[in-house]
């Protein structure tokens, strides 16, 4: 994964983890400098460790029974690994052994640390092989991943998924610069409403962003600023980064008061999968377009 991959807003590019032996420092590093990280891998990277591990169960903990009811092979092993990732990647990040951790889940799927991980906030994403996982001390943060190449129709979900302003702007662009703009709203709009807790129980066409110079977290020319706005307070930032030059990936995070609590953790709600899109409107996947489509990221 490129650790260069080209941006839209604040913070560094995903980093790359290649298995439960990391890299971790650099996490360490980027939760010192920015309070939050998010992480960037693959299912298949880290099959084999999930496969050969003698304690997955007690690893996978309240979702061993999930995990034992998933009706394929491989989607069972998908959804292992991903709670690996994100067990591992919080460990790391709260200097504690990964089986001290175990995951509840908020009404909606939202996923939270119980235990020793009460003080780290969590977000999920996963798309194809891609599996994203986003950490935060500073307060909530949503992660949204979606190949670049994949077909979208802007007929089907622009009453959906845009405002009025949303829907005149994109319906002015070529048709491919539209698709992958729309690609890049949906990945911001499923990232907010996860860092927010509502995942797909808030209308994607009941909020939009504008962009421009000094808009949004003042972190730079361009950044998105959510219309009209949260009313959960705090200081929104939102990205948006093109990894292993296949798949947007977009987090938003809302800056609390420092060493604020997050809010008690619940017993595990029923199981929703809150890691995956939200089903606002049929998606056809299609290979890879070339990389000049992304160039609205730079405006």
Known sequence: MSAAAPGYGPGPAPLAVAGPDGPWDELGDRLDDDGRAVV??????????????????????????????????AGRMRFAVSRLVMKY??????????????????PGGRPVLRGLGGELEVSLAHTDELIVVGVSRTGPIGVDAEPVGRQISFELLREHVCTPAEDAELAALPEEERRVRLLRMWTLKEAYTKALGHGM???????GFAYGAGAGSGDGAGAPQVVPGDDAGGRWSFATHLVQDRYLVSEAHRRVRAGSAPKSVPETAPPVDAGSRSGA???????????????????
């Open 40 to 73: 960037c891998t693959t299912w298949g990277q880290w099959l084999t460790a999930a496969l050969l591990d003698p304690g997955l169960r007690p690893l996978l903990g309240h979702d061993w029974p999930r995990y034992r009811q998933g009706p394929t092979a």
């Open 89 to 106: 990647t919080a460990a790391s990040a709260l200097n504690v052994p990964v089986g001290a951790l175990d995951l509840g889940y908020r």
């Open 201 to 207: 129980r808030r209308s994607f066409a009941g909020f």
């Open 281 to 299: 409107g049929p998606l056809e996947e299609r290979g890879p377009e070339p990389l000049g489509l992304l160039r609205f990221l730079d405006r």
